[in-house]
């Protein structure tokens, strides 16, 4: 396994005719686990500078990014070389995942397409693709392709837990802010939209500075108002109203993750209040107020703040009509954070006799019978639920949590989950990754 350098090496601005700043990741001095098996480490691969340009990789984003591609097409050539060096692109490490999903028998091939490997769940697999790929067969002079990989490579290192390699990644890029990634005519930004808002979390994480990540997030908003002032067209002012509505989410966030869990609920307050003008003026749907205050509702019950979640639900019940699941899911949520667990279990049983097939809420019944003592029933909740729907992160530690509590070979227990789990069927989509980490399993 590699050791992360404790500080990435910084250089000097360059030449004025390029504005962007770079920060180099050096390559680390050691060798991983990965690096024996040459055809899946981009660090053994010669950096090729050939202008063939590959097939036009999928990100796993929902977002639009499509007329970003045609705004530039007639940009002229940029050299994107510095973020094609094979030095900058660490193995990744191996140690912190159970064997049995590293010499599981039906694990695809490196080399099988990235949409396939992100589809399937496979988020290790696609990061080492798409640096694969990268360093060897993209050419220079290719933004779209180059930010497209990119943005796999570091998304699906997050989705791994990978989040420290990201964040040093990340730094190739520099300063997004600089004119060297705006168009010289049009000024629209080169880089798509979802790299953008991924690399301003990942330039807080490698900095640890999390206000440095709130700035960022309003500068990407006061970029989407000015895009939005812009937009001739209905679609266009939809799309740059949402991305501005995500900035604002993404600061509560941010603040949820400094501790600052009041200033996110009072934040998500003001969000909701806009989105309801909003919403008023123009006759919408009133889904995104009632996502925002979902949300709300949500961070006071982290900040065990009973009386405000209580009254975020009531203000949600009032001004809209939430769909009975949400509504009831709300009012078990708030008994448990309040100890009324027979409450919180009635309520699961009627939703669980409502929505049988929701593993949501199953699970939810499972804690609350855990927290009554009822531990044979949680434990027989939970097991049904791991043969019968895909299994996802909470559902596994969930599941641990039970074995230590019933048996002091606890461990062998979670080694033969996670042969069964590595072992299992591989599903043609999968909402959640198919790697499953030691931390999921308590080891």
Not at 28 to 56: A, F, K, W, Y
Not at 57 to 62: A, R
Not at 67 to 79: F, G
Not at 219 to 246: M, T, Y
Request: net charge negative.
């Amino acid at each position: 396994m590699h050791s992360l350098p404790t500080k990435a090496r910084s250089h000097g601005r360059t030449a004025s005719s390029d504005e962007r700043r770079r920060v180099a990741v050096p390559k680390p001095s050691t060798r991983g686990p990965l690096e024996e098996n040459i055809v899946d480490d981009p660090l053994q691969v010669e950096q090729s500078n050939t202008t063939s340009t590959p097939q036009r990789v999928l990100s796993p984003t929902l977002s639009p990014t499509a007329s970003i591609a045609d705004a530039t097409s007639d940009l002229p050539a940029k050299d994107f070389s510095f973020l094609l060096d094979p030095s900058s692109y660490h193995v990744l490490p191996t140690n912190n995942i159970p064997p049995s999903f590293l010499d599981a028998p039906n694990i695809p091939s490196v080399t099988t397409p990235i949409p396939e490997l992100l589809q399937t769940g496979h988020y290790r697999l696609a990061a080492i693709a798409a640096a694969k790929t990268l360093v060897t067969s993209t050419s220079p002079n290719d933004g779209p392709t180059i930010f497209s990989l990119l943005y796999i490579r570091l998304s699906c290192l997050c989705l791994i837990n990978e989040h420290a390699l990201a964040a040093q990644e990340s730094k190739l890029l520099g300063d997004l802010t600089s004119t060297f990634y705006r168009h010289p005519i049009s000024h629209t930004h080169l880089v798509p939209w979802p790299l953008r808002t991924l690399s301003v979390r990942l330039a807080a994480l490698g900095y640890s500075e999390w206000r440095k990540g709130i700035m960022g997030y309003y500068e990407l908003a006061h970029s989407a108002r000015e895009a939005f002032a812009r937009a001739s067209s209905l679609s266009e002012k939809n799309l740059w109203r949402s991305r501005l509505r995500e900035c604002g989410i993404r600061v509560a966030n941010v603040l949820v993750e400094m501790g600052e869990l009041e200033g996110a609920g009072r934040h998500l307050a003001t969000l909701s209040t806009s989105a309801q003008s909003i919403t008023d003026a123009e006759d919408e749907s009133c889904q995104e107020t009632r996502d925002i205050q979902t949300m709300e509702t949500l961070v006071w019950l982290r900040v065990g703040d009973i009386q405000a979640a209580q009254r975020c639900l009531s203000s949600l019940t009032s001004s809209s009509s939430p769909t009975p699941l949400i509504n009831s899911t709300l009012r078990a949520l708030i008994a448990m954070s309040d100890s009324d667990f027979p409450t919180a279990v009635s309520i699961w049983q009627d939703l669980r006799s409502e929505y049988p097939g929701d593993a949501m809420v199953t699970q939810n019944l499972a804690v609350a019978l855990l927290y009554m003592g009822r531990i044979s029933e949680a434990r027989a909740l939970l097991s049904e639920l791991m043969d019968t729907s895909p299994p996802f992160h909470s559902l596994v530690f969930n599941l641990c949590t039970i074995f230590e509590l019933c048996t002091e070979r606890h461990r062998e227990r979670k080694m033969a989950l996670a042969e069964k789990l590595a072992a299992g069927e591989q599903a043609a989509e999968r909402e959640v990754g198919w790697e499953m980490g030691n931390a999921d399993f308590k080891l």
